[in-house]
């Protein structure tokens, strides 16, 4: 997070500290701080998200959150629990997933997100596995 906020010479430095993405100070400073504010993490899988991307690492824009979640919140996916359903209904008539994400105004990679991953569940449960 420190890094690729601050060091140019990290790789991901461009989508970070390159937009202006920061580091709040209190956590900059002290990762006893940042431990105060956000907790352990939760499990292996969890790792730091950014309520809002365009927002920088601060308390109150932060979380812990599970690979599912961080993919629903990277830029230029705006998946929508409607836009879920929809590929799930494209899908079911045969589509591609290339027919799909062109539809639908996304990737491939989140069409297959949404169908394979159980990302955006239903409200009756998880999405079941293609298989």
């Known amino acids: ?3 690729r906020c601050a060091d140019t010479n990290c790789g991901d430095y461009a989508d970070y500290g390159g937009r202006g ?5 209190r ?3 002290s990762f006893a701080a940042f431990l105060a504010d956000m907790g352990p993490r939760p499990s292996k899988r969890h790792s730091i998200d950014r309520v809002d991307g365009t927002k920088g690492y601060e308390p109150g824009n932060c979380r812990w959150a599970l ?3 961080q993919a629903r919140n990277r830029r230029g996916v705006v998946l ?3 836009k879920a359903e ?3 209904a494209l899908r079911s ?3 591609s997933y290339k027919a799909i ?4 105004g996304c990737s491939e990679s989140a069409v297959s997100h949404v169908l394979n991953d159980g990302a955006w569940a239903t409200e009756s449960g998880p999405t079941a596995k293609a298989g």
């Not at 993405?21 to 100070?25: A, E, F, M, P």
């Not at 994400?101 to 639908?104: G, H, I, K, P, T």
Request: proline share 7%.
């Open 101 to 104: 994400s062109d539809a639908v």
């Open 21 to 25: 993405i920061t580091v709040c100070d």
């Open 80 to 82: 929508t629990p409607e």
């Open 27 to 29: 956590w900059r400073e």
């Open 1 to 3: 997070m420190r890094q």
């Open 67 to 69: 690979p599912t979640t």
């Open 93 to 95: 008539e045969g589509n």
């Open 86 to 88: 929809r590929i799930r």
